[in-house]
Nanobody
Framework: QVQLVESGGGLVQAGPSLRLSCAASARVFSGYTVGWFRQAPGKEREFVATISGTGLYTYYTDSVKGRFTISRDNAKNTVYLQMTSLKPEDTAVFYC?????????????????WGQGTQVTVSS
């Protein structure tokens, strides 16, 4: 398993951007698909975006396409989620997760390493 630590959350007004970071402890980080998930109060955890181990392939849920960008720097063992045009409905705890799986896997149960989460609150 990999240890993951998220950072970068906060309280913002609708519109501005925010960048989340996920720092990982893994000897061969490039071997892991990393995903971002989010969970709003009273709702189930949902998939946001994933990135393949090399960073060449990404996958997004429809609601964030064109607004969010996932990227990674394997030299720094870090994955990022750049969020723009934020909306109040983006308010949630954001989690990063990692596993040695296909990058288009959006099922949170398939990820065996999780961070503690970072709160993102978007006010209108």
């Amino acid at each position: 398993q990999v240890q993951l630590v998220e950072s970068g959350g906060g309280l913002v007004q609708a519109g501005p951007s925010l960048r989340l970071s996920c720092a990982a402890s893994a000897r061969v980080f490039s071997g892991y698909t990393v995903g971002w998930f989010r969970q709003a109060p009273g709702k189930e955890r949902e998939f946001v975006a994933t990135i393949s181990g090399t960073g060449l392939y990404t996958y997004y849920t429809d609601s964030v396409k064109g607004r969010f960008t996932i990227s990674r720097d394997n030299a720094k063992n870090t994955v990022y989620l750049q969020m723009t045009s934020l909306k109040p409905e983006d308010t949630a705890v954001f989690y990063c997760a990692a596993a040695r799986i296909f990058y288009q896997n959006t099922n949170p149960r398939e990820y065996d390493s999780w961070g503690q989460g970072t709160q993102v609150t978007v006010s209108s």
